[in-house]
DNA sequence: TATGAATGAGATTTCATTCAT
DNA sequence: CATGAATGAAATCTCATTCAT
């Protein structure tokens, strides 16, 4: 596919323009009711008054309900991981408390950009919905963190990265949720410093 | 049906026996709906059905469906907070590595006790029906770990123990959990050894 | 798309042409998807799809739904009625036994011919859709016989030659379709042999 | 309702009483339903509605709208065999013509008392809801004309019965369904003349 | 002429909850 | 106390048809 032309001018660009505008308006508006009426009322219907079309134009652009929830928590999960992705190549090269302060600071921040989406995805929804972006999100950072330690030995005792990876991963992702989610009375900076430590020690112990 | 009484027989025991044997009943029918057939089959009429109660009876015990839902959770949850302060109370003397392991693996024990229930809770419940229940066990941990702190100055860098405490509650039972929902190829000593690592070092760091 | 002409030739034959070309591939596209999918998948979409164009463009061709259905029925129905009326012409100077049995010789033939869609036609649409044509054709014929009759005096013992009419084609007709519907296990010959049996002995009875 | 009594009286009623009753109604709602509006408006809203209940009610009592229009059927079609069971086992000494004709009296009689149903179901439902009855009555005629050829050697020339019996069955049936349907200007008493004098020759044929 | 996005009414079915018995 | 029939709102999704481009 992708761009046949017949002579000079690009054609195909109206369905195009409409799909993907459509699609944003529809998901758009799942976002709103999500976030001002929660999981239990988003009913299609709803979305479609919201977005202003009829319910059955839904269907021409999502086969389903769970389809436009997904969209909806993909766009979320998208931000994220790319703000975490960003911060972590940004200190590319310096392995160490920098760059966990850092990458946290990025999740925390990617995360509390929407908290109240955050929210609803992680207390009003079946976890099920959310499930395999998430665990995608976890073994792609897993990865990129055994290539650190596996570039930089010594930096740990154990020499299983892929585990220590795994614990890492787990409770700064973890650590992170509750944080915005449950708005503990600790600062942000005392926050990732408590982060720093936890991971420096992990790390450092003989 | 179950136990009509013609005439002879005293109308033995109040209501109270009866009403916590019926409750009883109902809790159990509505956790094998919940193991067996998941929260999306969850109606108050199988419930009912499995109960081998008629619908409206089911009104008597409890107010709505959320109200069976919260009481399949609670004995789970109560069970795995029992295991919890039983391991913390009994290893009440030494504050340290063996009490951090013994812990970890209480809970991971608790949880693992119960996979297929953990998961539906996790993975299928809105988490809202389990929130409530789940913070008031961190907050029991947590000032459990909080006094344990106090009475152990030079343990930690830090003195604001509040936040000490926030993080290793939230980080040690996060990690659990995954770690029996997800079963990462890592051994249960190995696991445990890792939480005891990254308490540690936590703990240690000046 | 098929035959997309870039520039060269000239609008080469007015609507006429190209209208019957297409609605003979919607025919055709519907007479598949009754086929392929059953009645209750036929829908205006779907037919379209089959016929690679758009749902908007059927109505060029046809008012609604119920033509496209319609229209395939007729196709299948002229064949049957051209056989018919074939046969019946080549025996037409011989009324008698070979006559009758070579009518419904080839009746059962051309019923035979698409067994599967005059199972679709028969049992999975509202009769409705049909009856018309059905009953036009049964007309027909029913005048053909009644010609024959008059002019043949003496065959009958009754002068009513429309009700002989009506009593004859009616039986064939329903006896060869529900032959070749529910396949009984009569061989052909011998069906056909019944068939003349119960004419001959209808026309001969005193 | 009707009468609950305390002590005596043979238990078990109540439900049944009510269930039967309700289920009665339904049918009735249901078959109102198709002949005043035909089967394509034929909803279980708008049928529940005709009952004067609310349309959940419907689904304690029929699993789904296939049962209803099916039971609506069977009534009919309960009637239209029961009758003409209960002419052929009349005449059960005398296999002859008033045999014949009295059944397929009865037969018309029974499919001429609700035409205005049986035109519904024939033209309007798609054949396969009807199918399963119609072939288990049919099969339960076919055998008890076979029983009678069996009976009476030298009825027919052939001693292959199955196929004699399959064969006047259909017609028979066909040509009283279309009569009635058609409603062709033949009178009835003609009408019947006709039918014996078909079946009679037929087995006559030597 | 062709397109195909948009429509929107409406259909079936579920289920938490109530209340007369 | 127990029952369980009745409720009825509401939800998801389909599809014949139209009309601006």
Chains 1, 2, 3, 4 share one sequence.
Not at 158 to 167: G, L, Y
Not at 190 to 205: I, M, N, Q, T
Request: with cysteine.
């Amino acid at each position: 596919m992708a761009g046949r032309q017949q002579s000079v001018a690009p054609r195909k660009r109206p369905q195009q323009q409409r799909s993907r505008a459509m699609v944003e308006r529809i998901v758009a508006a799942g976002r709103e009711v999500l976030l001002r009426d929660g999981y239990d009322a988003f009913s299609t219907n709803r979305v479609a008054d919201r977005a202003g079309i009829s319910p059955g134009s839904l269907y021409q652009y999502f086969p389903n309900k769970a389809a436009i929830v997904a969209a909806v928590i993909d766009r979320y999960s998208d931000e994220v991981a790319d703000r975490v992705a960003g911060a972590l190549t940004d200190r590319l090269g310096e392995f160490g408390p920098a760059m966990i302060r850092d990458t946290a600071d990025a999740l925390v921040e990617a995360l509390a950009a929407n908290v109240d989406l955050l929210r609803v995805v992680m207390e009003d929804l079946p976890a099920t919905s959310n499930r395999e972006r998430r665990t995608a999100l976890e073994q792609r950072v897993r990865e990129l963190v055994m290539a650190y330690l596996a570039a930089r030995p010594g930096t740990t005792r154990s020499t299983d990265h892929a585990t220590t990876a795994w614990v890492l991963v787990m409770a700064i992702e973890n650590l992170a949720v509750r944080y915005v989610l449950d708005e503990p009375a600790i600062s942000r900076e005392r926050f990732l410093d408590e982060v720093v430590a936890l991971c420096a020690g992990y790390l450092a112990v003989a």
